[in-house]
């Protein structure tokens, strides 16, 4: 299973105190993964960018930012950051002007839409977006989950 993290969900991962329940999921996953189990994770080189230029800004007034960033640099050497091709900036100009044609845009005009470039890579690089925003995705033909709907498989007793 190739599980594409959202900058929401990286967030969570990276935080040094809260969201104590995303990183129990999460080692569920890799002690999955150490015993043999099929499992991928993939960090989107966007959400590494979102959360990277916001803690790099607070470095100087926050401890919390300090630690999210090097938690962030280790799960950054642990699994793949997928890169952004040209194939994924034509794919995600292709979808935004749709999304806008039928009335459904994820972000305004102006802004940068960030989750229109982590959809088209979860569909170069077939994966399963884990957000908390699946409908941003889904409406781009992404299949996203939230992490509560991800359950690591229990081992078989005597496996």
Excluded at 55 to 62: A, E, N, V, W
Excluded at 85 to 90: M, P, T, V
Aim: aromatic share 8%; glycine share 6%; proline share 3%.
């Amino acid at each position: 299973m190739r599980l594409l993290l959202d900058t929401n969900m990286l967030l969570r991962l990276c935080h040094p105190s809260s969201h104590a329940d995303v990183r129990e999921w999460y080692r569920g996953w890799l002690n999955h993964g150490r015993a043999g189990g099929d499992v991928e994770f993939v960090i989107s080189a966007v959400a590494d960018y979102e959360l990277r230029r916001g803690y790099m800004y607070t470095l100087d007034r926050s401890s919390d930012a300090r630690q999210s960033l090097a938690q962030l640099d280790e799960l950054c050497q642990l699994w793949e950051v997928q890169q952004i091709s040209a194939r994924n900036l034509h794919d995600a100009a292709s979808m935004w002007a749709d999304a806008r044609r039928n009335g459904i845009p994820t972000a305004s005009d102006r802004d940068v839409d960030w989750d229109i470039l982590i959809a088209a890579q979860a569909k170069e690089e077939p994966a399963i977006v884990v957000t908390s925003n699946q409908k941003h995705f889904r409406r781009y033909g992404v299949e996203a989950r939230d992490w509560h709907n991800i359950l690591v498989p229990e081992e078989k007793p005597g496996a």
